[in-house]
């Protein structure tokens, strides 16, 4: 009989394996920099080698820093280059010079964080971004040499333009394998990978503005241009804004944009955060995607009472879901805008501190286009069961909504996580457009889809829950005669009942043999 062969793993996967094996006992959250780090600067040494090669084939200068930016490439000065930093990564003692070109001598280490803090003083782009933690004490340099040894290779003989995206694509998985080690914390920079793709397949954003007011680590945005290349486009055709409060995860979201060659100019960092200073106040994008805090409190309504964005109602303190629906509102383009937005579950049903009446508004301002019910355990921060809002300000099926309950899609990841299939977002982005577009091929079906009038939205005062919408589904009929069904039934349950009377005489002969009785 042949043996099975074992199916390799992915290259992504066989890199993050060996990079947690370096971690030892370092958080994962502070480890996290370090690979990221790594990772980034690699990304940048190998674009910057490609055009030194072809500038020194030239017969051009290839330190003329000119020719870099011209191509909006980083300039790498030399002693952050990759090459300078693996040839020394297993020197105890390496001389360098410092940013003020003073001679030092140092570790690895200190090698890596003098060439991040090069590249940062010749790439304003990328002032304060980038991690210097490799000369702690807690990271032993001979983990940094094994990491450096490891990443040498990726990529090794392949293209440059195949090079870059194996790096983009290590960077992501890297992101999401720390946010899934971080637990509730991770939650905070990252959204899991198909949740984000299945928002973005649902609202399309071929071209325009996209924003997102709690932009975490990016991945809303490099969906977005994904989806765009995807479809044979222009990622030149979007333009992406953000904001984030954390900026230690603001960091991680510019190099995740720089290792994707997008602009980053756009998103910012404050840590008062969306609410309190809006970076884009005037900003009417065509598209905003978010997975903004599940029922954040005490989030500075009341030094906003009056803001010009609660024109549906004022929101509570203790809950921000409708501050961050009327932030989105409010920045909608209002000729067409549309917008996917992650909440709890009990956005759709409360009515607590004026809620329902803001939830009302949106449903007779024919804002809501579409309520999708999530399945559990698709998050790494939290159990709260969650859904996605979408938003339309021109919806070609005016006064009406659909109501998808994808509660049972998905399959289970790992353990404890759970996971949209390809076949599940094809099946919930196909209904979703076909419904849009009203073509035959789309119908009712119970217990998953149901397309609702707002008339019907009143009658359940306002309530969106899809499960009251689209009901339970039937059950499968396995063709089974009933009589057949439980003359089946009757004949297990007599077998079970008389092995339990067997069991039952064993334990009282047992028991009477040791001197008691029952």
Not at 95 to 120: F, S
Not at 132 to 147: A, Q, R
Not at 281 to 287: G, V
Request: include cysteine; hydrophobic fraction near 35%.
């Amino acid at each position: 009989m042949a043996k099975k062969v074992a199916e390799k793993e992915p290259l992504e996967k066989q890199l993050f394996k060996a990079a947690d094996k370096m971690r030892k006992n370092i958080d994962a959250a502070e480890y996290k920099h370090v690979a990221l780090g790594l990772i980034f600067i690699k990304y940048l040494s190998e674009t910057f080698e490609a055009k030194y090669q072809e500038l020194e084939a030239d017969g051009d200068d290839a330190e003329d820093r000119d020719e870099y930016l011209a191509e909006s490439i980083f300039f790498v000065p030399e002693q952050a280059r990759w090459q300078f930093i693996q040839a020394n990564a297993t020197k105890t003692s390496i001389e360098y010079t410092d940013r003020n070109d003073n001679d030092r001598q140092g570790n690895i280490g200190n090698v890596l964080d003098n060439a991040m803090g090069l590249i940062e003083a010749e790439n304003g782009d990328l002032k304060g971004v980038l991690p210097k933690v490799f000369g702690k004490d807690n990271l032993d340099k001979d983990t940094l040499s094994s990491m450096i040894d490891l990443f040498s290779n990726i990529g090794l003989g392949e293209t440059l333009e195949k090079k870059k995206d194996l790096l983009g694509h290590v960077y992501e998985y890297f992101l999401g394998e720390f946010a899934s080690a971080e637990g509730k914390k991770g939650g905070q920079f990252y959204t899991p990978k198909s949740i984000v793709q299945m928002m973005v397949e649902m609202i399309e954003p071929y071209e325009g503005r996209i924003l997102d007011g709690a932009c975490g680590s990016g991945g809303m945005f490099i969906m977005s241009e994904k989806f765009v290349q995807k479809h044979n486009g222009d990622v030149d055709d979007i333009v992406v804004y953000g904001q984030e409060s954390n900026q230690t995860t603001y960091n991680l979201c510019r190099m995740n944009l720089a290792m994707h060659g997008m602009e980053g100019g756009n998103v910012a960092w404050n840590a008062e955060g969306s609410f309190l200073r809006d970076a884009h106040k005037d900003l009417k994008a065509d598209f905003v995607l978010m997975n903004p805090p599940f029922n954040q409190k005490e989030w500075g309504v009341d030094q906003l009472q009056n803001d010009a964005r609660w024109s549906l109602g004022t929101p509570p303190n203790g809950n921000a879901n409708f501050g961050w629906m009327q932030y989105i509102i409010h920045h909608l383009n209002p000729t067409g805008g549309r917008a996917a937005v992650v909440l709890a579950n009990g956005s759709l049903s409360s009515n607590s501190s004026g809620e329902g009446e803001i939830r009302q508004k949106m449903v007779d301002t024919d804002l809501v286009e579409c309520v999708l019910m999530l399945p559990k355990q698709l998050f790494f921060n939290t159990g709260i069961p969650a859904c996605v809002w979408f938003l339309h300000r021109d919806k070609p099926r005016k006064g009406e909504t659909l109501f998808i309950d994808a509660s049972e899609l998905g399959y289970m990841e790992d353990r404890t996580h759970r996971a949209f299939a390809q076949e599940d977002i094809d099946k919930v982005t196909e209904t979703y457009h076909a419904w849009q577009k009203k073509e035959e091929s789309y119908e009712d079906v119970k217990g998953f889809c149901k397309t609702t009038k707002i008339e019907d939205i009143q009658k359940h005062k306002y309530v969106l829950t899809p499960g009251r919408y689209v009901g339970i589904p039937d059950e499968e009929d396995d063709g089974i005669p009933f009589d057949e069904k439980m003359k089946t039934y009757t004949d297990e349950l007599r077998g079970q009942m008389d092995e339990a009377e067997q069991l039952d005489q064993k334990i009282k002969e047992s028991l009477s043999k040791i001197g008691f009785s029952i």
